[in-house]
């Protein structure tokens, strides 16, 4: 592990951080990224799937969010400064061991593989590229293949490396391989929250999730604040993002605990989840196995044809159609569906991409929430709060930015821990009472009113006209998804056929566009804009309609171009993103199921283009 030299230059009687620790960074792993990251919890901050001793996207950007609120260098890495300000550190001041570097032989057992490698340290291999958000091709299979080389390829280029699609010495320090057989720790159970009642610890699989957690636990979480008469944006879909955090803050809030966003043992007690003492309930026969639930290649029979009828009816191709042979298309056809819903691209049918399917499901209780209408709806009365989804946040959230704060995730309308951050912030660069909340001198000083309107800044509302895609189609909420290279999803994909059209949603003009070419993440694309600001991005396309260019005026509901697989992309589909007033991206989840429009497969071909002027 590369040593860093501290931020600044330790007092002589400060405790001496423990140099094994300074320079971890994503990619990194073992018991040291283990101790970073409980050190993290303790501090209150979330880091989705706990101590596991491997440094991902989300533990960096819990790394960038402790960092944020400590004024440090919000670099993403371990530095001395950070260590420090974790408490990391030894009582008494030693002599400053020598950095241990990994046995040749142990990376020697991974520098060097390529195509044609199998066995154990594939399979490792493959695990450490899914984790850090690279599409693997065939999925976790222990064969060294011409997917694996691609992903190999596509990691190398992220971090700046000789693209050889083989793995050497350098490859593997990247990714954090360091011997044979890596380090695993178990995760100790989560603390609670600062501000939370600390009850006895019990056994508690939801203790930790937090925002870009995903699968089952998430959606019976969902599914408890749901029953506990929260609003869940997107309903119970099993991907913890800001809608998730929002609705826990709003139960802690309104049951008095600790408002963190995240679950801990209190909220999880008090949502009925793991509780010590189950309620009483009337006995229900054990659910039987869902039959879907681990089908994988080389399975045969109906089940399998199920299968590739739901992908297909998704707009995913399955090459071979619905035969009930589970080959290698229907492992790709999965793996690219897997890979737009955030699932493990394990080739594999999980609990979560069944029940996303609809295979061996009952028939729902209730019906899905209704969505959010199309615009984000302001809470009424004084200043925005923590917990509060809203116009009106964002809007505050924008000012932050501009002001020169920064604010991870962006001005997204939620108002969570890194709002709170980016505001003690301000109001230390700013001389003002830190309260980490939105005072009348931070509204004045930014220019903001409770409305959301202000001298310097507007609301701008967001109504999309048209669905932006030709069906059949399928989409959930993916916004802020992990991806590779410390990457959230700024956007939602939407899967349909190759070749299906693409509408402008509003009145606007063409205002940029994309153009694929090797290592592009966009693809081809285009921007629809409009004189408020706001613009619509369309990625991944496989071409442009006739006479779209950058200039030319088009009406809602004008084809602009044809779903694609270009670029960064697993299946064909349309990535859609909001800006409102030309800012940062909103979740566009609630616009696009308030006119869910994957039903209708009639082509609509009207145009009434504008020559670019």
């Known amino acids: 592990m590369p040593i860093v030299a501290s931020a600044a230059p330790q007092p002589v009687n400060a405790p001496l951080v423990a140099q094994s620790l300074v320079g971890l960074r994503q990619g990194s792993a073992g018991a040291e990224v283990a101790t970073v990251q409980r050190a993290l919890i303790s501090a209150g901050v979330a880091v989705p799937g706990g101590a596991d001793g491997r440094f991902g996207p989300a533990t960096r950007a819990a790394v960038i969010n402790f960092q944020s609120t400590k004024g440090l260098a919000q670099s993403g890495e371990i530095d001395t400064a950070t260590a420090l300000a974790l408490g990391i550190s030894t009582p008494t001041p030693t002599p400053t061991p020598t950095p241990t570097t990994p046995a040749p032989t142990a990376v020697a057992a991974y520098g060097g593989l390529q195509v044609g490698a199998t066995g154990a340290s594939v399979t490792d291999l493959q695990e450490r590229l899914v984790a850090a958000g690279v599409y693997l091709a065939g999925g976790v299979d222990g064969q060294f293949g011409k997917g694996t080389a691609a992903a190999v390829a596509q990691y190398q280029r992220w971090n700046g490396l000789t693209r050889s699609g083989a793995v050497d010495a350098v490859t593997a320090s990247k990714l954090g391989i360091t011997s044979v057989a890596p380090l695993a720790p178990a995760t100790p159970p989560a ?245 980490g909340t939105v005072t009348q001198e931070v509204a004045d000083k930014l220019g903001f009113s409770e409305s959301g309107t202000s001298p310097t800044s507007t609301a701008v509302a967001v109504k999309l006209d048209r669905f932006p895609i030709q069906g059949r189609c399928y989409f959930g909420n993916t916004w802020h998804a992990p991806r590779g290279n410390g990457r959230l999803h700024e956007g939602v994909d939407v899967i349909a056929g190759e070749g299906n059209l693409l509408y402008a949603v509003v009145d606007g003009t063409i205002t940029k566009q994309y153009w694929d070419r090797p290592g592009a993440l966009a693809g081809n694309g285009l921007r629809v804009g409009q004189d408020n600001g706001s613009y619509f991005t369309y990625l991944h396309m496989s071409g442009f309609a006739p006479g779209i260019e950058v200039g030319t005026k088009v009406k809602a509901g004008d084809v602009v171009g044809f779903v694609g697989n270009t670029g960064s992309s697993a299946t064909p589909h349309l990535h859609f993103e909001i800006h409102p007033g030309g800012g940062a991206a909103v979740n566009p989840y609630p616009y696009l199921k308030a006119i869910d429009d994957c039903g209708n497969t009639t082509p609509q071909h009207q145009s009434s283009f504008a020559p670019a002027a």
């Open 191 to 435: 603390p609670a929250a600062p501000d939370e009642v600390t009850v006895e610890s019990t056994a508690h699989p939801y203790i930790g999730l937090a925002v870009g957690a995903s699968g089952p636990l998430v959606k019976e979480v969902q599914q408890a604040l749901i029953n506990a008469g929260m609003t869940v944006r997107g309903g119970a879909d099993g991907v913890f993002g800001n809608a998730t955090k929002a609705a826990v803050s709003k139960f802690q809030e309104a049951n008095g605990l600790g408002v963190s966003g995240a679950i801990y043992e209190t909220t999880a007690i008090k949502l009925g989840l793991g509780a010590t003492t189950p309620p009483v309930a009337p006995p229900v026969a054990p659910a039987a196995p869902n039959p879907y639930v681990g089908l994988t290649l080389g399975a045969q029979g109906p089940l399998v044809k199920d299968l590739q009828t739901a992908l297909m009816g998704t707009g995913i191709v399955v090459r071979g159609g619905a035969d009930g042979s589970f080959g290698n298309a229907t492992k790709s056809a999965l793996i690219g569906f897997q890979s737009v819903n955030a699932i493990p691209q394990t080739g594999v049918v999980t609990a979560q991409g069944a029940r996303i399917l609809n295979l061996g499901m009952p028939a729902a209780p209730t019906a899905e929430p209704t969505p959010e209408p199309n615009a984000f709806a302001p809470t009424a009365g004084d200043f925005p709060k923590k917990g509060e989804s809203s116009e009106r946040v964002r809007v505050f959230q924008q000012l932050l930015v501009d002001s020169g704060m920064n604010l991870v995730g962006g001005a997204d309308g939620s108002f969570g821990n890194a709002t709170a951050s980016a505001i003690t912030k301000f109001q230390q660069t700013n001389g003002l009472t830190v309260t």
